[in-house]
C-alpha cells in the first residue's frame, strides 16, 4: 500500500484525471473475490471528497472567458505585427524596408508562432519582445514604418491578460 506520495510536481487535473481513471477500471473487477472492497470503498469516498473540491476549476467561469477574450485579442495584436514586419521587408521604400529587418530578427528569436506557446510562456515571450522594442533605436523604426500601433495594443493587451490570469490564479487557490 502506498503510505507517502509527493504530488507536487503532478498537476492538480493531471492527477484528477488519473483517480477517475482507476476507480474506472476498479469498478470493473471483481472486488470481492481480490480482497479489494474495503480499500476501494475508502478509496471512492476521498475520490469523491476530493471530486467535489475541485469541482469549481472544471467550469468555465467568466473569469475564464475573459481571458480567452484577451488571449486572443494580444494573438490578434502579436499576429498583426508579425504581418506587418513581413510586409514592410518588401517595402518599396528602402529606408523602410531596411529599418524593418532587425525588427522582423527580433521577432524571429521568439520562434515562428510565439501565439501558439502556452499562455504563460506567451506572456513571457511577449514581455521579452517589449524589452528588446523598448529602445530609442527600435521605437524610431518601429515609428518610422508605422509599427508602433501594433507594440502598443500588445502590450495593453498582455498587461491585461497577465492581470486577469493573475487574478483568476489567485481566487482558484482559495477553492483548494
Do not use: C
Amino acid at each position: 500500500m502506498i503510505v507517502y506520495t509527493n504530488l507536487l510536481k503532478l498537476r492538480l487535473m493531471n492527477f484528477y484525471q488519473a483517480m477517475k481513471s482507476i476507480i474506472t477500471f476498479l469498478k470493473k473487477e471483481d472486488l470481492e473475490t481480490l480482497k479489494l472492497k474495503d480499500p476501494v470503498k475508502a478509496f471512492e469516498e476521498k475520490y469523491n471528497a476530493f471530486d467535489v473540491a475541485v469541482q469549481p476549476l472544471r467550469h468555465s467561469s467568466k473569469a475564464t472567458d475573459d481571458i480567452r477574450q484577451m488571449d486572443e485579442q494580444r494573438d490578434k495584436a502579436l499576429i498583426g505585427l508579425w504581418d506587418h514586419l513581413k510586409l514592410y521587408v518588401r517595402y518599396p521604400d528602402e529606408a523602410k524596408a531596411e529599418a524593418t529587418w532587425p525588427l522582423l530578427e527580433t521577432l524571429r528569436k521568439y520562434g515562428i508562432s510565439p501565439q501558439a506557446k502556452p499562455q504563460r510562456e506567451e506572456t513571457a515571450i511577449i514581455y521579452n519582445i517589449l524589452q528588446d522594442f523598448d529602445t530609442a533605436d527600435a521605437k524610431a523604426k518601429l515609428t518610422l514604418i508605422g509599427a508602433d500601433k501594433w507594440v502598443e495594443v500588445l502590450k495593453a493587451t498582455n498587461e491585461k491578460f497577465e492581470a486577469l490570469y493573475n487574478a483568476r490564479t489567485e481566487r482558484n487557490s482559495e477553492l483548494v
